[in-house]
């Protein structure tokens, strides 16, 4: 048997062949030495009143990994996000990133662990009272001591990236959608964090804006060698972008590999995301 | 009689309620569309504090902009006092504030001036609060500038209440 062939009958070793995995077991992610992992989510539980949303989720992602979180629309995949950040607190497990619990830190904890963190809100989130340019200064004149000309390459370097160098001087409401979803990105990434968060970030963008986001992930991703965790349901985004894919249903990850191993699953929920698809 | 009832009452309490409504629910209907779109959100994930930021500004700038309003309009409502005075009779302008000073006393001043600063923290503090909490959907932004209105204007009248009957009992 040659390496591939191994390699991939490791990986199917690990993926029951209905493409369930158990939840508690080990996965090919796992390492005997857990402070190798980044984001470490342990046995984490939420509920918003009678309606439980996380019921046991584990994860463990790896520095430099991208993972990529499918599941249906208000099953809660964004408040797996919302918990890693601190905004939302888990009624039961762990959330350990970098080592540090998040529920259990006190707020200037917090505020220095979410300086490692970059999180893209699905409208982008642009603070509407101000032009792209004091969007884009806020992080900087707020976290770091960089004098103004510093401030003014920085912006200017991460508006030729993502593309919107004319941009500047505009106010949130002048730009289209996918303008705001790149300035979101932009205003994420101008502190360079190790870990992003990007809660849909193709979400109502036409196909041509979503594959120009999903590259500019991609491309992010290579540059600045970040943990990410992608939560969307845009199959093409999570094909290019993903090292990893899990599947969310009922509260619970019920199937985790790469893009094709999923595809080739033979359980109904994980097949239904791929119907239909071209790949 | 006209300068005592301005600045002891009118001018504090008509300017009160009048910045209830456009402050409170400016501030109430702006941070009530940044919760809503997930701005401060953003802002506390940058690792900045939206409370600083949002509300100690806010309310900061009521409780120093409510006394200055307060002042402009008396001055305003006085002038007036005396072109209406002048339509019936004939009184040269430095009589009139003249008069106007002598009716007025320390104990007319220091409380109508105190309670103006009281009334801009209410404004500001209840229109931060109204849109800090505002629940998701754009119908709870309107919620939220009318229900900032409504109890700021209710404060302002109750603080003003309050400071009658301390000023009655302190001078």
């Known amino acids: ?279 | 009689m006209l300068s005592i009832a301005v600045i002891r009452e009118i001018g504090p309490v008509i300017i009160g309620l009048i910045c209830a409504g456009k402050m409170g629910s400016g501030i109430g209907a702006e941070l009530g569309s940044m919760k809503v779109t997930e701005q401060i959100d953003a802002m506390e994930v940058s690792a900045t504090n939206p409370f600083k930021y949002l509300v100690i500004t806010r309310v900061t700038a009521a409780m120093l902009t409510v006394p200055l309003l307060v002042i402009y309009a008396d001055t305003l409502a006085l002038i007036g006092g005396y072109i209406a005075m002048n339509f019936s009779a004939d009184m040269s302008m430095k009589l009139f504030f003249s008069e106007v000073f002598t009716a007025i006393t320390f104990e007319d001043l220091l409380p109508a001036t105190i309670k103006t600063f009281f009334f801009g923290f209410a404004i500001g503090l209840v229109g931060c609060y109204k849109g800090y909490n505002c629940s998701r959907g754009t119908e709870s932004v309107g919620i939220a500038a009318n229900s900032s209105v409504v109890l700021a204007s209710l404060l302002v009248i109750l603080l003003d209440l309050i400071a009658v009957q301390l000023g009655t009992i302190l001078f």
């Open chain 1, 1 to 279: 048997m040659d390496n591939k062939d191994e390699n991939i009958k490791d990986n199917k070793e690990d993926i029951k062949p209905d493409g369930k995995v158990d939840n508690k077991a080990d996965t090919k992610a796992d390492s005997k030495d857990s402070k190798n992992f980044v984001i470490n989510i342990e046995h984490v539980k939420k509920s918003f009143g009678s309606n439980t949303v996380l019921k046991d989720i584990n994860l463990k992602i790896k520095e430099g990994e991208t993972v990529v979180t499918l599941g249906k629309s208000g099953t809660g995949k964004s408040v797996i996000l919302q918990c890693i950040v601190g905004l939302l607190y888990p009624d039961e497990g762990k959330i350990l990133v970098y080592g540090e619990n998040i529920p259990e830190l006190d707020k200037e904890d917090l505020q220095e662990i979410r300086k490692k963190i970059g999180f893209l809100f699905q409208s982008g989130a642009l603070y509407d009272s101000m032009t792209v340019r004091q969007n884009l200064e806020f992080p900087l004149r707020k976290l770091t001591d960089f004098n103004d000309a510093e401030i003014n390459n920085k912006v200017k370097e991460v508006l030729q990236n993502v593309g919107l160098p004319n941009a500047i001087d505009k106010m949130p409401s002048e730009l289209s959608g996918g303008m705001k979803k790149r300035i979101g990105l932009a205003r994420t990434l101008i502190t360079e964090p190790k870990i992003m968060l990007y809660d849909e970030p193709t979400t109502g963008l036409d196909p041509a804006t979503s594959r120009e986001i999903s590259q500019l992930i991609l491309e992010t991703q290579k540059k600045y060698k970040v943990t990410s965790i992608i939560v969307t349901h845009d199959m093409e985004c999570a094909k290019l972008t993903a090292d990893r894919m899990v599947v969310l249903k009922d509260g619970e990850y019920i199937a985790e590999g790469t893009f094709d191993e999923l595809q080739k699953s033979d359980d109904e929920f994980v097949k239904s995301f791929f119907e239909g698809l071209n790949f």
